[in-house]
Nanobody, 120 residues
Framework: QVQLVESGGGLVQAGGSLRLACAASRSIFRINRMGWYRQAPGKQRELDATITTGGSTSYADSVKGRFTISRDNPKNTVYLQMNSLKPEDTAVYYC??????????????WGQGTQVTVSS
């Protein structure tokens, strides 16, 4: 079964930085759009950033200028560099990929989530 495996979360002080990574665990024929979402306690999951296969990016207004999404296509990996972190960035972060695995169904896949906590 294809999985998206996330890493890089943790505890950081306000103003600090973290880098999240998310890699597909099985053979992938093609990955289209990839993205990062967050979900804070008691709130709905919301989109932070997306990136296409060609490298076009889009960001939520709340993270523009602070977060950078990138991807390594040969490694089937997406990254989220988070700078100037704020306490309100505290959430569980999920990666998402629209992909066609070699031996599983095409569709939308999610990572298991990684906790990011920003202390004031």
């Amino acid at each position: 079964q294809v999985q998206l495996v996330e890493s890089g979360g943790g505890l950081v002080q306000a103003g600090g930085s973290l880098r999240l990574a998310c890699a597909a665990s099985r053979s992938i024929f093609r990955i289209n759009r990839m993205g990062w979402y967050r979900q804070a306690p008691g709130k709905q999951r919301e989109l932070d950033a997306t990136i296409t296969t060609g490298g076009s990016t889009s960001y939520a207004d709340s993270v523009k200028g602070r977060f950078t999404i990138s991807r390594d296509n040969p490694k089937n990996t997406v990254y989220l560099q988070m700078n100037s972190l704020k306490p309100e960035d505290t959430a569980v972060y999920y990666c998402n990929a629209d992909m066609r695995p070699c031996y599983s169904s095409s569709g939308d896949y999610w990572g298991q989530g990684t906790q990011v906590t920003v202390s004031s």
